[in-house]
């Protein structure tokens, strides 16, 4: 590790969690330079839900490459993009009776927040954007403006201005109606938030910590928008493209965002690739006025067509998807009841759950046992008290109850741990 040690930048984050020189990777389990394997409970923070190289979407990308297609084009027109919105339309938007128009961003989560908060801003005429406690939105500095997380804000070295927050679902416990505060705040002339262009909201919070917005929460969200004329912007960057058992996470709530961005696992194959939908109404954009010289990743478009085509052209993957989330559900909340002087909560929905700790030292040292046992797996939240689980959506049975069994034994460890040091801290104050 001396070469990373000595020339990578500190900025490195998780090549400190996982100290090791990965070589190859097979769907849901890598291998290291040395020959060991672990099985991925990360699958690239979400970006990789249908696994490492995958083999269908590998082919599609070989034989692309092997014809000479387009792989930069900026936004001309190309055949694979033509391909990709032909098939996005026909297997995404029409079966969910959706109409979006589809602009092509950078090629990452950010470049799709910061123009939607962009669109929203010159759609409306408004500045102020309204994001939520906890939210994670990016890095760059109008997607850190929405996000939540002091660490990250930390880091802007400027001010971050024209976002208010406001009380996510169940903030401040599931009996607080948030949204009956939020409306009360911008009718009220006094209250000093302005109105609104947009609000912004994750379904799920992935990097927040996995709390998750009620169905009914959301539906009230979308009332109070469309009652103030302010656009709802669902950030499905992590949680959509299956992740929580639907393509988009906003499905079962039955809403339908004025502004959708899209990134990570929609190529399919980890390759870079983000797109903003936006309802054809708000599509005021003059030629050229958002650009980026990576906003046509056609070979991200060639394989995202394949994965839309192989997994999403009926309901057979998700209703798989959703037989593994019920796995992973019944685990967790298995996990938490057999260990309960470990305090600890099941959060999130479908294949995006994990376990919350009353002691955020707890989540890390499951999480570094865990990787010693041949698991890699992270936490998030304002804390890092949650151990987050995100494998491919296409792990094997036989690897998911690997992994399962792998973290069990990490929570038994560290538990046992714990206690041991609270028995010893007890005896040294009587003593």
Known sequence: MRIFNRLE??????IRSFPTIFSKAQNAVLTDESGSEYIDFLAGAGTLNYGHNNPILKQAAIEYLSEDGIVHGLDMATSAKKHFLQTFEEHIL????LQYKIQFTG??????????????RNA??????????NGFHGVSLGSLALTGNRKFRDAAGTALNDVQRAPYSGYFGQNIDTIAMLDKLIVDPSSGVDLPAAVIVECVQGEGGLNVAGFNWLKKLEQLCQRHEILLIVDDIQAGCGRTGTFFSFEPAGIKPDIVTLSKSLSGFGLPMAILLMKPELDIWKPGQHNGTFR???????????AIETYWS???????????????EDFLDKLVSSYPDAQLTRRGRGMMQGIACADPALADRIT???FQNGLIIETSGGQDEVVKLLMPLTIEQEKLLAGLDILEQAVAEASSEKNDNEVETTKEIAA
């Open 368 to 370: 570094t046992i865990a």
């Open 94 to 97: 029409k079966p969910r009776k």
């Open 9 to 14: 930048s500190e900025v490195r984050g998780y």
């Open 314 to 328: 009926d309901n057979r993957f998700q209703g798989m998807v959703q037989k593994k989330a019920q796995i992973i």
């Open 124 to 133: 409306t005429g408004r500045q102020n954007v309204i994001s939520f406690t």
């Open 107 to 120: 090629p990452t989560g950010t470049n799709a927040v910061e123009a939607a908060i962009k669109l929203a």
């Open 296 to 306: 046509g990743n056609n070979l991200a478009f060639v394989t995202s067509a394949k």
